[in-house]
Structure formats: structure tokens, C-alpha cells
């Protein structure tokens, strides 16, 4: 008993012995937060990365004299000696912007840029340069950029929808300041809601990612914002053949605010398209709003209050037809975040998000209407326990009611009317767990409970890195995965024809779930980073639409159930300093889906089939050349082998039993041809103007430079009667052909 007591006493004298070195990683010029910066003391292995709020703690660090180093991209390494004894030390770090030098030999960034404690595979983070590095069409976009990266698939020039490793767009929770996003995308997919202008940071996973998120079955899409310019009135912009926008950003009591708003100016063109086509009315635009403040009440505690709202409206008459369609976004967040202890790190969000579509078809006889609400209420809390050198654990919960109203019918009439409403509650407990200078763990538990159906169940996770060389690490990772909600999709190759209407899991349609399996390793090779992973994932209860079957009000009933698999290989080489900046990535792999009722053998069985969305082999490489300090080449060249679909192969009748007939397109077997492989290359070049008190950016880029015939998808004809057996006659329909366009943006 006596030597247990004093095993415990000179465990408790070891620990007060140790201190903690804590504090906030900000910029020098702006006063923002840095999120996922590196931080660690040199020569150690105690070290980690800054959260979301640019907070950092390496607790447990024995008395000494040490180095504090500090990275992120595109700033100056910041290091600095400091003493520990047996005191704690809140250390506050403003790291500079790295000064823009253009020289004929090209001196790679320190080692200690590249320093890296994060242990999610499948995690690629991009910075505003970055985000606006890969030309787009008519102006930069986030999630454009987003589709260049390994395991992720661009169904088509028309689609910003992220396709993660075989899985679909509702398969990915995208956030945007930690508030759930419905539909991230304007124009029916062909731009996203998200303005390059505000963007702080992007953060995608791409899968096998921890505890702390759930509800979908793929991918997290982590959109960090800027919190506002503390330091001085800061205004940037930009117009385009597309649009107009502002962001505007200042210091204010002990923080700052920002108001970024963006519009089409599409007026003009579509008044000529309406009168070229004769219309009635031809009308549409778009717009975004978002607003933010962030104050830093004490080192403790600081309070953010967030908004955004972006919507799409069109709408179109010719004689007697027209119809009228309006969707869009509407988000709110409150966030505190608190220091307990120099070790112990709390956040607290509150936020509400609001999905609606709505369509309006009339006719000579006829007016229908379609509406489509998702409504969105959580109550989140994060904390990290930085718990001593080889532990930092983070534990939360979420509580999140969602609800969802659909109706259709005639504008006197609805025929159907439903009205659902869930509570998904959640808990996590996740450890970054050290073993050593080599090998470092991170085991997570996830719980989730469902009301509507009254499910529940457990998501373990787990990943491990492992170091090999100076710069080599092994990584792996296991996970399981829940979702309650998803989209019944009505696409033609990724672009949205009408409203998708959200649905939630309940008696009649079970949650879809999925299992990630993933290695791979990173490493440096002559100044890049390269990274390789191999992934394995095993869908459950994926559904689509039963078009058989639409006239019950049970969402069980007019889908269509079945399971799923997605198995490739992802690479990437990225250089993110120097006058070449850039990165290559590398794509293969399958997405398959048996369904049932859907593509039988012989003897009636279900058997697997390629999705829509599968790419077999896709190839980015998008590159940033600083020319001199004014002139700038972009440029994107993409590959990919052509998408599946479903051949037809002519008109067929069938007789039926009352005597008349039936007339259908006979098809091929489902998903069993591809399209042409897709190949494009974009490119830009850039001039800045620098001027007294203001910057300008003016920008040429064109959009498939040697006009290459992408097809989109084939229209077929079908003309003649059934009886004659023509075959049908394939006709295509291209995507984008070679487009220029420029703009100008500003800075003051």
C-alpha cells in the first residue's frame, strides 16, 4: 500500500514538474485565426496542429529550453527559444505572409514547412491562392477546384457536384462554418454557392475521416470563412462576365465583421435570348449574402455570429407554357468558443440552416406546383483535452432536429402533402494517441440515435501513421459510417432537371451505411509532396428512385433498395512553394450498385452494375507559374474515361391483354457502354496592377483551349413506328466548347 501511494505521489510530482505551452496562431496583417498550422517544438516529437480557432497546446512538456516552431502555407516560418520550468506558458504567435520573390534559382521551403502531426488520411487542405489557382469557367470557384483532386469525380462541365470515391452528392457533409449545407450550387450545378473572396480555408476528406463527424457516408467538404479583418477596412471584389462581387471587412469593438454579397448580370443576355426565341418571359439570376462578426472578448473566450443566404431564380413562358423555379440556402450560426485550462479547449454552435425548392409548371389546362423544404437545427459542442504529450482527445455531442415538407399536386389540389420530423443525436469520443516517436493511433466511437424509426447504433473508427523515414509515413484507417437523410435525385448526368427532394430514414426505409477501408503512405520526393492511398468501401441500403411505383405516400415504397462497393487507388504530387506551385493528381477505380429489381440475370437475380458516376481513370494537373511579380500562368489539364450508360437500342410494342399496346424503348444492358473519354485544357494569365492604395488582378482564361468535342450525353431518335424496327439513331450533345472570357478583381 505504502509503495502505491508513493508510485502515485511521485507520478502527481513528475506531472506538476511538467508545464504546457498554449496559445492562438493568427495572422500578422489581419488578426485572423490560422487554422491546421503546425506547431512543435523542434527536434521533439510533442507537437500538433491548430484547430478551427487557430488554437493550439502541447501540454506535458518537461522543464528544458526549447524551439517553438510554427508553419502554414504561404507564411513565414516563425521560431522561437523558449524556457519551460514548472509554470504554464500562454504563448499568442502572428505569423507574417511570406514575401512574394521571383529569382532565377528556386530555394525550396525549410522542412519545417512541411511538418505535419495530422493523422486523418484522405485530408487535403487548400488555401484562397490555391482555391483560385485552377482556371473555371468565367470566374474562380471553390468546388471546381475541389473536383481536381484525387477520388474525387467531375461528372461534367455542367456539375459541381462532388462524386467522393464512388459515392453521390448527398453522401457528403459539407459545412460552411460548421452549419450544414443542402445543396451547394447555382445555375442547375454549374457554379457553387461558395465565393473564392471569403474563403479562409478549405478542408476536404475524402474519407476514413474521425469520430468528430458523421451523417454521411463519403466525404466532410469543411469550408472555413474569413472572421473580418481586424487591423484596418479591407475591400476586395471582382467582375466577371458572370457576375459582380464585394467583400468588405473591417475592425469593430473587439473583433471585426465582413459582408461579401455576390449577383449575376445576366439581365442584358437573357432580355436578347428572349427576344431571339420569341418568349414571353426569360428570366434568371442568382445571388449569395453572408455576414459575419467575430469578437475576441478576453484570451478566453471569443464569440462568432455568422449568416448566409444565396438563392436561384428562373423563370420562362412561351405561349401558353412557363414555368417558374426558385431554390436556394439560408444559414445561421452563433459559435462560442471558451479556454478552460491552458490544456482544455471548448466549442459551443448553435446553428439553423433552411433548403427550398420550389417549382411552378402551367399550361394551357393544367398548373402544377412542387415544394421541397429542409429545415436544420443543431446544437454542437467540441471539446479538446490536450491531455499530456501523447494524448489529445476530443469529445462532443450534436443535437439536431431536421425536418422536411414535400407537396405536389395542382395548385387547387395536392396529391401529396407530407410533412416529417426527426431528432438525430449524437456523441463522440476520439483520441490522438502517441506510442512513441514513430507510431501514433487514433481511436474514435461514434453514437448516433434516430427518432424517426427509432434507430441507433454505434460508428467505430479508427486510423494509425506510422513514420518510417524523416519524411516517410504508412497510414491506414477503418471506419463505419450512418446516414438518416438523403436526396431522391432527379439528374441527367448530374445536372438537376427539377427540384431533389430530401428524404429522411424512417420504418419503411432503413439508413444507408457504409464501411471504409484505407492504406497508403506519404512522403517527399525532391522537394513535393506525395501522397498514395488504396481504399475499399461497403455500401448498405442505397436507394433509388422507383418509378413503377409512385403513387404511395411511404418513402419505403417508391424506392428502390439495394447495396453498393467502390474500390481504386488515389495519388498526389503537390509543390506548394516556389515560383512553380501546383499539383498532379491520379484517379482509378470502380463504383458498382446492385439494386433491386434493376438489371437481372436469367434467372431473375440482381447483379452489379457500373453507376452513372463511375470514371475508371481520371488525371488533373494544375499548375501556377509566377512569371515575374506582376505576370502569372494558370493553368488546368484534365482526363478522364468516359462515363457509363445505358445503350438504346430501338422502339418495341407489346400487346396487352385488353388489346391495346404498349410502346417502350428497348435499352442495352444497364450502365454497360461509356462515353468518349473526356479531355480538356484550361488556361489563364494573370497581370497585377499595384497602385497606391489599391491592388488590381486582370485575368484572360479560355476554357478548352484546342476546343475538344466533350459529349455530354447522346439524344436518341426514335422516329418511325414500332412495327419497322429501326434501329435507333444516336445524336450527341457536347459539353463546353472553347470559351473565353476575363474579369478583374481588386483589392484596397
Wanted: net charge negative.
Amino acid at each position: 500500500m505504502k509503495r502505491t501511494i508513493l508510485l502515485a505521489l511521485l507520478c502527481l510530482a513528475v506531472r506538476v514538474e511538467a508545464a504546457d505551452i498554449s496559445g492562438f496562431v493568427r495572422g500578422a496583417a489581419d488578426g485572423e485565426s490560422l487554422p491546421f498550422a503546425s506547431v512543435y517544438l523542434k527536434d521533439q516529437t510533442w507537437g500538433g496542429i491548430t484547430n478551427e480557432s487557430g488554437y493550439y497546446a502541447i501540454a506535458g512538456v518537461p522543464p528544458g529550453r526549447y524551439t517553438l516552431v510554427v508553419s502554414s502555407v504561404g507564411y513565414a516560418v516563425f521560431q522561437e527559444e523558449i524556457d519551460v520550468a514548472n509554470r504554464d506558458i500562454v504563448r499568442d504567435i502572428r505569423l507574417r505572409e511570406k514575401a512574394i520573390q521571383v529569382e532565377d534559382t528556386v530555394v525550396e521551403a525549410e522542412r519545417a514547412e512541411v511538418e505535419s502531426f495530422d493523422i486523418s488520411p484522405g485530408r487535403t487542405t487548400l488555401q484562397v491562392r490555391e482555391l483560385k489557382a485552377a482556371p473555371a469557367a468565367i470566374e474562380a470557384d471553390p468546388i471546381r477546384t475541389i473536383q481536381t483532386l484525387p477520388g474525387v469525380a467531375a461528372l461534367s462541365d455542367f456539375s459541381v457536384g462532388l462524386y467522393v470515391r464512388g459515392g453521390t452528392p448527398d453522401q457528403n457533409l459539407i459545412l460552411l462554418d460548421g452549419t450544414d449545407v443542402y445543396n451547394a450550387s447555382h445555375l442547375f450545378g454549374l457554379f457553387s454557392t461558395f465565393p473564392a473572396d471569403a474563403a479562409k480555408s478549405t478542408e476536404l476528406l475524402r474519407g476514413g475521416y474521425p469520430a468528430k463527424y458523421g451523417g454521411r457516408l463519403s466525404s466532410v467538404l469543411n469550408v472555413i470563412t474569413n472572421e473580418g479583418n481586424k487591423e484596418k477596412v479591407e475591400i476586395d471584389g471582382g467582375l466577371s462576365l458572370l457576375a459582380s462581387r464585394m467583400t468588405v471587412q473591417a475592425p469593430a469593438l473587439k473583433g471585426s465583421w465582413l459582408v461579401s454579397a455576390r449577383r449575376t448580370h445576366l439581365d442584358p443576355v437573357m432580355a436578347l435570348a428572349r427576344n431571339a426565341l420569341e418568349a414571353k418571359a426569360l428570366g434568371y439570376n442568382f445571388y449569395d449574402l453572408q455576414g459575419k462578426t467575430h469578437q475576441v472578448l478576453s484570451h478566453s473566450d471569443q464569440l462568432t455570429i455568422a449568416a448566409y443566404t444565396g438563392r436561384d431564380n428562373l423563370l420562362y413562358r412561351f405561349d401558353e407554357l412557363g414555368f417558374k423555379l426558385e431554390w436556394g440556402n439560408r444559414t445561421i450560426s452563433s459559435k462560442w468558443t471558451h479556454v478552460f485550462d491552458s490544456n482544455l479547449f471548448g466549442n459551443f454552435l448553435f446553428t439553423g440552416s433552411r433548403f427550398q425548392a420550389q417549382t411552378n409548371f402551367d399550361s394551357e389546362d393544367v398548373e402544377l406546383v412542387e415544394e421541397n423544404r429542409l429545415g436544420d437545427l443543431s446544437l454542437k459542442g467540441d471539446l479538446n483535452w490536450f491531455a499530456g504529450p501523447n494524448h489529445a482527445v476530443e469529445l462532443g455531442f450534436n443535437v439536431k432536429r431536421q425536418s422536411v415538407g414535400y407537396q405536389f399536386g395542382e395548385k387547387d389540389r395536392i396529391w401529396f402533402d407530407i410533412d416529417v420530423e426527426a431528432f438525430h443525436n449524437s456523441v463522440y469520443v476520439q483520441d490522438n494517441w502517441s506510442l512513441g516517436p514513430l507510431l501514433t493511433l487514433q481511436p474514435g466511437l461514434r453514437f448516433n440515435q434516430f427518432s424517426n424509426g427509432d434507430y441507433s447504433g454505434l460508428s467505430p473508427r479508427l486510423a494509425l501513421r506510422y513514420q518510417t523515414g524523416d519524411d516517410t509515413h504508412l497510414k491506414a484507417a477503418v471506419g463505419r459510417y450512418h446516414q438518416y437523410i438523403f436526396r431522391l435525385a432527379r439528374e441527367f448526368q448530374g445536372i438537376s432537371l427539377l427540384s431533389n427532394v430530401w428524404a429522411l430514414a424512417d420504418s419503411t426505409a432503413e439508413p444507408s451505411s457504409a464501411t471504409h477501408y484505407i492504406a497508403g503512405f506519404e512522403t517527399r520526393l525532391f522537394g513535393l509532396d506525395f501522397d498514395a492511398e488504396t481504399y475499399y468501401k461497403d455500401y448498405r441500403g442505397l436507394y433509388e428512385i422507383n418509378y413503377d411505383e409512385q403513387d404511395s405516400d411511404k418513402i419505403g415504397d417508391i424506392l428502390r433498395r439495394g447495396d453498393g462497393r467502390a474500390y481504386g487507388f488515389d495519388m498526389l504530387l503537390r509543390k506548394r512553394s516556389g515560383n512553380h506551385t501546383g499539383w498532379l493528381s491520379f484517379s482509378t477505380g470502380a463504383s458498382e450498385r446492385k439494386i433491386a429489381g434493376l438489371n437481372l440475370d436469367g434467372r431473375g437475380d440482381e447483379r452489379f452494375f457500373k453507376s452513372k458516376f463511375d470514371r475508371g481513370v481520371s488525371v488533373n494537373l494544375v499548375h501556377s507559374w509566377r512569371l515575374s511579380k506582376k505576370w502569372t500562368l494558370n493553368s488546368r489539364a484534365a482526363y478522364a474515361s468516359g462515363q457509363p450508360y445505358t445503350q438504346v437500342l430501338g422502339r418495341g410494342e407489346i400487346s396487352l391483354p385488353s388489346g391495346n399496346t404498349w410502346t417502350f424503348n428497348e435499352q442495352g444492358e444497364l450502365n454497360a457502354v461509356r462515353l468518349p473519354s473526356y479531355q480538356r485544357l484550361d488556361v489563364s494569365v494573370q497581370r497585377v496592377f499595384n497602385f497606391k492604395r489599391c491592388d488590381m488582378r486582370a485575368y484572360l482564361q479560355i476554357i478548352n483551349l484546342f476546343n475538344r468535342k466533350n459529349i455530354f450525353n447522346y439524344f436518341w431518335d426514335l422516329e418511325g413506328e414500332p412495327e419497322n424496327r429501326k434501329p435507333a439513331e444516336r445524336n450527341d450533345i457536347p459539353m463546353l466548347p472553347i470559351l473565353p472570357s476575363f474579369g478583374l478583381d481588386f483589392n484596397f
